[in-house]
């Protein structure tokens, strides 16, 4: 009679152990995770260009006052033009000695000469006037030009349209993974956002522009158009 109750008593452990224990779909949630982009393209409305002047004189003191000479023309001419002081700043000075080598190499460099170049950057939110304000710098006396760029200023521009299109690219995504595996698209259980912007392509680098001389027409420049990309990381059930 001891063993008996002893095997039955087993018996009801382990049945109430295989009751306690949630079957094995109830603890893991099948679902399937992807990652969506949505590209939008929108207009820029900022653009910015750095110029500046650079001059040369066998006395730092005439190289330096002629370079701030110039350069106040220039920058009297924009504001003149119509950008507002908050749009120009000074974005380089640099004084570099000019160095005479001596071919046989017997005695050290002898500075023959300095080069100055202050740089000045434009920034303004009117693409419209982005060739005019170019080519009045150059009319003024500037000689070298870096790039020309064109920005949208505020990243949220297009932010809800570029999200909503890059929700609905992993969603196709998702259904097409899903109808693979004989699944069926369950809702969305888990959002996560992240947001790239492609910067715009930089104007072609134009080195030592030559003065103008005479009146000229402006700078021909185009804006075009600049990519936001958006992307988003979503969980789907599956059933």
């Not at 008996?4 to 099948?30: K, N």
């Not at 820029?44 to 002629?66: I, K, L, M, Y």
């Not at 200023?153 to 899903?178: C, I, N, T, W, Y």
């Amino acid at each position: 009679m001891i063993r008996r109750f002893t095997i039955a008593l087993l018996l009801f452990a382990g049945a109430a152990m295989g009751q306690s224990q949630p079957p094995r779909e109830m603890i893991l949630q099948d679902s399937i995770a992807v990652t969506g982009t949505g590209r939008v393209s929108i207009p820029p409305d900022r653009f910015t260009f750095t110029v500046g002047v650079q001059t040369f004189s066998a006395a730092v003191e005439d190289a330096v006052n002629e370079n701030n000479r110039r350069t106040a023309n220039v920058i009297a001419a924009l504001k003149k033009a119509g950008a507002a002081d908050r749009e120009i700043r000074t974005s380089n000075f640099s004084i570099w000695p000019q160095q005479e080598h001596n071919p046989q190499g017997t005695s050290a460099p002898r500075i023959v000469g300095y080069q100055v170049m202050n740089n000045v950057t434009v920034t303004r939110e009117k693409i419209a006037d982005a060739g005019r304000l170019l080519q009045v710098a150059v009319s003024a006396g500037v000689n070298q030009a870096s790039g020309l760029q064109f920005e949208v200023s505020d990243p949220a521009r297009g932010r809800v349209e570029g999200l909503k299109a890059a929700f609905a690219d992993a969603r196709a995504k998702a259904q097409l993974l899903a109808e693979a595996a004989g699944r069926t698209l369950g809702a969305a259980i888990a959002i996560a956002e992240g947001t790239d912007i492609v910067p715009p392509r930089p104007f072609p680098r134009a080195a030592m522009m030559a003065r103008a001389e005479a009146a000229v027409s402006d700078v021909p420049v185009e804006a075009g158009t600049q990519e936001m990309t958006y992307t988003v990381s979503v969980v789907f059930a599956l059933r």
